[in-house]
């Protein structure tokens, strides 16, 4: 890899994926449209190296991709542009159609001419990153999803990143086009959206209001660390092979009241409150609409074919993380008093 493209590389992962490309020496592009999820802030360490550019435009506009393709000789894609909240799916799912399906049709068509008028290279990689969502949902005692699941999407989000995964597929065995699709648990870290379960954990909080969970708070979910996911992403790239699916999860599997708990625990520490424990602000809420059970991922394939691995230290990183979001709320905070 020496020149590489990445599909929203302002947002929560694609910032921490552009950071870790970046160390490794090659050449960095940034697409990214900057609506409410993509965030300059977070590319801030980046956009001092002399290896980067930053583009704002629409992974829907071919030419531009094309352009791209082209002007910066990119050898590598790194799709991650999409939208991701369930909820706003619910409320606007056409939206998500057309980032997530007509999007990603456009980057691969632009890919795919590029890719020809090339002579098809040998060392051209597109890798498309989606979610364990796409998989559906799993009951308390199910095995976990892994490469072979059959997809069941159950929210027009997991819907939409279902559709994008078959057109990506369909690329490789109609084109030979040389695409990788990733699927991953629920990632955790820094520079998450706020809209997010942990950041919206801490920022109500910290602000004294109740901290919601949706309906009984016994829906489970498997966190993997952003930055071990995105050391995944590096070695797709580098050794996964074309035509695959490769899951990454961290075997963190935890009921949301669960975690809920913990991040109240951690707060309690870092930023007690004098009048209460934080878990005593907790309420629940009205579920969801479609509300998936548990999602969990057996990540064997890429542990032994990508040679990667997930953190052992997971509360040691979940430490790591509420303490960014407290002393950033407490930022804000400060910054809106004045």
């Given amino acids: 890899m020496q020149n590489i493209l990445v ?3 302002a947002g929560f992962i694609g910032s921490h994926l552009v950071d870790l490309l970046l160390s490794s020496g090659a050449n960095i592009v940034v697409l990214d449209l900057l609506t409410y999820a993509g965030n300059l802030d977070n590319l801030a360490e980046a956009s001092v190296s002399s290896k980067y550019k930053f583009v704002r435009g629409d992974i829907c506009d071919t030419e531009l991709v094309k352009h791209l393709l082209q002007e910066y000789n990119i050898d590598t894609v790194f799709h991650l542009a999409a939208e991701s909240h369930v909820d706003n799916s619910i409320a606007n799912p056409g939206k998500f159609i057309e980032t997530n399906v007509n999007g990603t049709f456009s980057m691969l068509y632009a890919g795919l001419q590029y890719w020809e008028e090339r002579g098809k290279p040998d060392n051209f990689r597109f890798i498309h990153v989606s979610t364990d ?21 159950n929210s027009p989000y997991s819907a939409s990143k279902a559709a994008s995964d078959l057109i990506v597929r369909s690329w490789y065995h109609t084109y030979k086009f040389p695409v990788i699709i990733t699927n991953c648990s629920n990632n955790f870290g820094s520079r998450q959206h706020n809209e997010k379960l942990i950041p919206t954990v801490v920022r109500t909080a910290l602000a004294g209001k109740s901290i919601p969970i949706y309906g009984t708070g016994n829906n489970v979910r498997d966190w993997l660390y952003v930055k071990d996911h995105c050391q995944g992403l590096m070695q797709t790239a580098l050794y996964g092979k074309v035509g695959e699916n490769y899951c ?68 040691d990183d979940l430490y790591a993380t509420i303490k960014h979001y407290a002393v950033l709320n407490s930022v804000i905070a400060e910054n809106y008093a004045l």
Wanted: one cysteine or more; aromatic letters at 12%.
């Fill in 7 to 9: 599909t929203g590389g």
């Fill in 133 to 153: 969502e796409v998989f559906g949902q799993l009951q308390m005692h199910d095995p976990a999803f892994n490469e072979e699941t059959p997809y069941k999407p």
């Fill in 248 to 315: 990454f999860g961290g075997k963190n599997e935890l009921q949301n009241n669960d975690l809920v708990m913990m991040i109240c625990s951690i707060l309690d520490q870092i930023k007690p409150n004098i009048n209460c424990l934080y878990s005593k602000s907790i309420v629940h809420i009205e579920d969801r609409k479609g509300h998936d059970f548990r999602y969990a991922i057996n990540p064997l394939k890429a542990q032994t074919e990508l040679f990667w691995n997930y953190s052992t230290n997971f509360m």
